[in-house]
């Protein structure tokens, strides 16, 4: 699973998690198991308005581009954030959202 993030500044959290073709984005799961080698699917439904472009299996590997929420302080981290590579199950660590307080002055 690859994970390209598009910040946003928003007041919104984010968590996701995986689990095999599953990804589940603020406790919200969609499963892309179904998704063939070079399909794409456009996510519906509640949760959905996270994605910002038609998820796609490439390779193997589910290509997923996702909105990611950020303060007025976020660090350059999260604002020009690397592409997230998700090869293990479980929680996907997500970019800070602003810096705490008195960082970065």
Known sequence: MLII?????QDAELALERQGDTLHVNDTAFDFS???EGESHVPSGPGSD????????????LHISLILPHGADAPRETLFPAPLEAPLDGPLPVPLWSLPQGEGD
Do not use: D, I, K, Q
Request: no cysteine.
């Open 50 to 61: 996270w994605f910002v472009a038609p998820v796609t299996r490439v390779e193997g590997v």
């Open 34 to 36: 179904g998704l063939a």
């Open 5 to 9: 993030f598009s910040p946003m500044r």
